[in-house]
C-alpha cells in the first residue's frame, strides 16, 4: 500500500502537494475510539474548564450552566458529523474541501480566516501552559518570579520566559506531524478521565460535600436580581458556546480523512464530545462551588485551584494539566491552520511549515491581552469568530449536500481550469453568500468590540449578534442555496476514486 496518492493528471502544483492529497488505505488508521479519545482530550480542557464560569458569572444556576454547555455541544455536534462526512468519503482536508464550493482560488478565503482564528486559540493555550511552567516554579521556590512588567507587553519576564518555554516544547509535535498528535491524544485521554475523578473525590473529602454553589438559585427567578432576563442572557451564551468549537465544525475533514469507515467517525464524535463537555462543565461548577468553602471565595481557575494544594499533589496536578494543554492544542489549534497555510501556497508550504507559521503568528498575537476580561473572551473572540466562521459552515454543508448530493470529482479539485475552477477560480455565489452571512452580525460585533467608537447601533442589530452563529448559517445557506439552484450537476460516479476505495 502506498504512503501518498500520485499527484492527478494535469494536478497544478498551486494546488496539489503529498500533505493535501487524499488520504490512502494505509493512512486511515483512525477507528472510533481513537476519534472518542481525541474529543476527551480536546474536551477536558482549561478553557473548557472556564466556560461554566462565564454563564454562572451571568447569573445562571449551576445546572441551568451545564445545561447549556451540554445543549451548545449537541447542536454544534450536527455540523461536524455533516462536514466530517466529506473527509471520511474523499480523504481531503477542509481547506481541499472547501474549494467545491468558493473555487479552487476562492477557497483561500475560508482557509485563512479558519487560520486566523485558531492561531489565536494557539497563542491562548500556549499562554496557559505557560502560565502553569511559572506557578510550578513559584511553588517549587517559594517565590514569585519575573520582577517587574516588561515596558509595552504588560507581563513579567519570567512569564515571557514560561510562555516562549511551553510554545518550544510543543514544536517536537509540529515536526513529528500528525500520526505523534494522535498517540499523544489516545494515550492521554484515560489519564485526563482519571484526574477527574480524583479532583472530586479530593474536594469531597476536603469539604465533606460539594459545597454551596450547587444550593445557588438562579438570578433569574422571581425576585432574584435579574428576574425575567433569562432569555437575554441564554441565547448569546448559548451562542459563544457554539462559537467554542465553531473552528472545529469545519476542520473536522482534517481529522476525519484518516478514518477507516464512516461509522468510526460518527460514533466516535458522538460519543466524545457533547456528554463529556457536559460532565466537564458540571465537574468545574462542583470544584468551584468547594472552594468557596475552603478559601471563602470561587476559583474558576484550575491552575489556580492546583497552585494551592500542598506537597506533591501541587506538582502532580500542575504536570497533568501542563501535558492537558499541549494536547488539546495540537489536536484543537495546530493541525487545521498548519493544512490551511499548505493550501494557500502547496506548491511552497508543506504540513510542518504551515506549523511553523501557525506558532510564530500566535507568538505575534499576544494571547494574554485577548484573555484581559470575561467581555473579551466570551462575547467579542468566542461571538465575533463564530459570526465569522458560521456562513462558511453552512455554504459547505448546503454545497455537499444539496448542490453535490455528497459526489465530488476529487481530481478536479487539484486542478486550475476546472469544474471548481468557476470564474478566475472563484465561486461568485460564495463570496455574495459569505457577505449576507457575514454583515447583519457586523454592527454588533463593532458595538462589542468597540463600544466607544460605535455606542448606539439600535437594539435590532445587538439582538442579531447575539445569535451570531445561528444567524450567519442561516442566511449563507440559503443565499448560497438559491444562487447554485440548477447550476452545478453531480459529478459521474466512475471519477470518485477515492470515494471507492475505501468503506463508507
Known sequence: MTTHHDAPTGASTELWNHDLAPTTAAQRTWRWYHFAALWVGMVISIPAYMLAASLIEGGMSAWQAVLTVFLANVIVLVPMLLVGHAGTKYGIPYAVLARASFGT???RLPALMRAIVACG?????????GSMIYTLLGVLLGAPIGGENLPGLGINLGQLACFLCFWAIQMYFIVHGMESIRKLETYTAPLKIAICFLLLWWVYDKVGGFGPLLDQPSQFVEGGPKAGLFWSVFWPSLTAMIGYWATLALNIPDFTRFA???RDQVVGQTLGLPLPMGLLAALAVTVTSATVVLYGKALWDPVDVASRMTGIAVLVALLILLIDTASVNLAANLVGPAYDFSALSPKRISYRTGGYIT???????MPWKILETTQNYIFIWLTGYSALLGPIAGIMIVDYYFVRKTRLDVDQLYKEGGSYSYKGGWNVAAI???AAGVLPNLPGFLNAALPNA???????FKTIYTYAWFVGVVIAAIVYGLMMKGRTAPAPASVNHAANNYPT
Request: no cysteine.
Open 121 to 129: 486559540w494557539y497563542g491562548i493555550q500556549t499562554w496557559f501552559g
Open 359 to 365: 506558532a510564530g503568528i500566535a507568538l505575534a498575537m
Open 105 to 107: 482560488r476562492g477557497a
Open 432 to 434: 455574495v453568500a459569505f
Open 454 to 460: 460605535f455606542p448606539d447601533v439600535g437594539e435590532a
Open 260 to 262: 477507516k469507515t464512516q
